[in-house]
């Protein structure tokens, strides 16, 4: 089973450009997340996708960062325009199901290091 | 509020040594708990996991008991070997949060030879 795909795996950008990120989920998983993860910190949840509805994107700093799902598949993230602060590994990640009562494993892509010159 | 707390790093080795790396948490329900385990330059692997309290959770020769009376959930290895090198992040997952994960900031684990 092929795992979760992400590209690209390494960016530099000046701050004030625009950058995207894509993800492509394990096939058949309903949910999926988009981390950022600054070094030396644990990763935190910016964004998560039930199929393609928004579940939670309390996190996700809106005036700079979106994200879409668009046919419940595939992801981007994109950062327009980015800062000197969003240097950072962002990670997708994805599970099986969604489910009030239920925990699922998250499966994780290898990430995408952004550096923000 | 949901949170994890890791022991602090980085943690140095020989091999075969033993292996204990702390995590304490704070849940508002009952979670999930996770470790999750990431090599250098990739992306994070699940390590092992328990859904409810006094669950073991084991994989590799690491293990991992759900403490819910002291809000545990530590992980530890009897003989740690070099390829054990890598960063250690312990997790929750709280169902009445809509199964947010909330990680700690991770321990940096080297085995020298």
């Known amino acids: 089973e092929a795992g979760v795909a992400q590209s690209p795996r390494y960016k530099i950008i000046e701050k004030r450009q625009s950058v995207a990120f894509w993800c492509n989920p394990i096939?058949?998983?309903?949910?999926l997340y988009w981390y950022q993860q600054i070094l030396g910190q644990g990763p935190k949840l910016l964004i998560q996708?039930?199929?393609?509805?928004?579940?939670?994107d309390s996190q996700l700093p809106k005036d700079r960062f979106s994200a879409e799902r668009l046919k419940g598949v595939d992801s981007t993230l994109k950062i327009q325009p980015a800062k000197l602060e969003d240097s950072a590994v962002y990670l997708c990640?994805?599970?099986?199901?969604?489910?009030?009562?239920?925990?699922?494993?998250?499966?994780f892509g290898p990430g995408t290091r952004l550096t923000v010159l | 509020g949901n949170s994890v707390t890791q022991m602090e790093g980085p943690v140095t080795l020989s091999e075969e040594a033993f292996l204990t790396i702390n995590c304490t948490y704070t849940?508002?329900?009952?979670?999930?708990l996770f470790w999750y385990v990431q090599y250098p330059g990739e992306g994070l692997q699940l390590l092992l996991k328990?859904?409810?309290?006094?669950d073991k959770g084991s994989n590799k020769g690491f293990e991992a008991t759900y403490r819910k009376e002291t809000t545990s959930f530590h992980l530890e290895k009897g003989s740690v070997q070099v390829s054990d090198s890598a960063v250690y992040f312990c997790?929750?997952?709280?169902?009445?949060?809509?199964?947010?994960?909330?990680f700690g900031t991770g321990t940096s684990l080297t085995v020298i030879p």
């Open positions: 996708f039930q199929n393609n509805g928004v579940v939670d």
């Open positions: 328990a859904t409810k309290a006094d």
């Open positions: 997790a929750l997952s709280d169902a009445n949060t809509g199964n947010q994960f909330y």
């Open positions: 990640a994805s599970s099986s199901r969604f489910s009030g009562g239920f925990t699922d494993t998250q499966y």
């Open positions: 096939s058949g998983h309903a949910t």
């Open positions: 849940a508002t329900g009952y979670p999930s």
